[in-house]
């Protein structure tokens, strides 16, 4: 399946403590490059977070909001972490290029601390692989590309493939540059479990904090079983076949992408069914307990939304609707609409003039 998917949708970091951990457990590959000279990334090897050893990764180039790393080898082990300091209260964007000629492979946690919530960019055009046991805790957006690189407006690139230290790139990242025909895949196989959504419904894998952007930009996006959530924010997912940029829209710490329309896409793969998993909210409702489920069923181009709680207002129920249509329209999809839940304040009336209206689009 070939394009872009994009969801709004409804959910909160954790603060947690480091301290040392005496054993030597065998620490994830980690591999800073010398393109950074002395701002090289460092890795302090089995710090314990609650129970779970990790690698502390400090240093970096810092340049106004943005802290910049350089790897030539950057892997997670399974059951451990890899986290990254942000060492003031000013660093917005944390950015993490890989260097060498290997796929990154995620199979543990891979994390944010310190001062500031930053966003998260990895890069490595080589690929990128999340595995079953695969997580995120970091306090921002966070952003997996195999791009060559992410353009700064005017003031320059910080690219993988010409590892050069960063010049004064003070602003937030404005583009995904791809200067190549090829670039790595994507692939998300992350079944851990990460909580409940506020209606009960158990998340797992890939989750980003509440109202903050998951975005996942290849090459090929391929989805093996593994889910991805974002609530209350947004996951985009695509990439390019060939040579050209991403726009990329800083918001604060919601992340958009804007996919250039002479460029042909790359593939985004979601079987089978059930494999993205998100709750759904709107601006509109911000502030109201409404909850839903898009499921995306990409073997049919069907998207199911299951709505687990109806307002029980008919006004309500109408800006309901209207956000769910606005949403799929978007999506150009074929939709059907269940409910879930028969509360007695429902006019069961208006629920089934709302199933039947969906399913006509």
């Known amino acids: 399946m070939k394009g872009i998917y994009w969801f709004e949708l409804l959910g909160m970091a954790s603060f947690q403590a480091f301290i040392i951990n005496p054993c030597f457990a065998q620490s994830s590959n980690i591999v800073p490059d010398n393109s950074l000279g002395m701002e090289s990334s460092q890795v302090v090897e089995n710090i314990q977070l609650q129970g779970l050893p990790v690698e502390e990764i400090k240093g970096g180039a810092r340049r106004g909001i943005n802290l910049f790393h350089s790897f030539r080898e950057f892997n997670v082990r399974e059951g451990r972490g890899a986290y990254f300091l942000s060492p003031n209260a000013e660093i917005q964007n944390i950015l993490a290029r890989v260097t060498g000629n290997n796929r990154s492979d995620i199979l543990g946690t891979l994390g944010t601390f310190g001062h500031s919530q930053p966003n998260l960019f990895l890069i490595n055009p080589s690929g990128i692989l999340f595995g079953e046991k695969a997580s995120l805790d970091v306090g921002g957006s966070f952003v997996a590309t195999t791009a060559n690189g992410l353009q ?14 960063p010049p004064l790139l003070t602003v937030n990242p404005s583009a995904l540059w791809f200067n190549r025909i090829s670039s790595g895949d994507i692939t998300v196989r992350s079944m851990q479990p990460t909580g409940t959504s506020p209606s009960g419904i158990k998340l797992v894998g890939l989750r980003v904090p509440d109202s903050r952007s998951l975005l996942l930009v290849g090459g090929n996006v391929i989805f093996e079983g593994g889910q991805s959530s974002a609530l209350g924010g947004r996951i985009e997912l695509g990439g390019l076949k ?33 494999n993205l998993l998100v709750a759904l909210s709107t601006s509109l409702l911000k502030t109201s307990a409404y909850w839903a489920t898009a499921i995306l069923l990409p073997m049919s181009s069907v998207v199911r939304v299951v709505v687990e709680t109806f307002p029980s207002q008919p006004i309500q129920l109408l800006l309901l609707m209207t956000a769910i249509f606005f949403l799929l329209l978007a999506m150009e999809k074929a939709v059907i609409l269940n409910s879930t839940q028969k509360a007695s304040s429902v006019n069961p009336f208006i629920v089934q003039i709302l199933q039947l209206q969906m399913q006509i689009i």
């Open 152 to 165: 700064f407006g005017e003031q320059g690139l910080f690219t993988a493939t010409i590892p050069e230290a």
């Open 242 to 274: 060939a040579s050209g940029s991403i726009a990329l829209q800083v918001n604060n710490q919601i992340l958009k992408l804007n996919f250039p329309q002479n460029i042909s896409l790359a593939n985004a793969s979601l079987p089978p069914p059930n």
